[in-house]
């Protein structure tokens, strides 16, 4: 077990996930993030993202 790798709780999917990158203060794993890149914007789940996304802009609103 590598001791570096620290479990963190992805925001879209939920699910503990070590690989992944920091959108604000919102952690996504990598298959999230693929996700996302993939997704046509006219998808569903596209706006579901968004609006997850939105949700964390508002609450630090540092940009
Ligand atoms: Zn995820």
Redesign the pocket.
């Known amino acids: 077990m590598d001791k570096n790798q620290i479990t963190r709780l992805?925001g879209?999917?939920d699910?503990p996930?070590k690989d992944?990158i920091y959108l604000y203060q919102l952690f996504?794993?990598t298959?999230?993030e693929m996700d996302i890149v993939a997704t046509d914007p006219r998808d569903e789940a596209y706006s579901t993202y968004v609006k997850k996304l939105k949700a964390i802009n508002q609450s630090t609103f540092t940009m």
């Open positions: 992805c879209i999917c699910k996930k992944g996504i794993c298959e999230c």
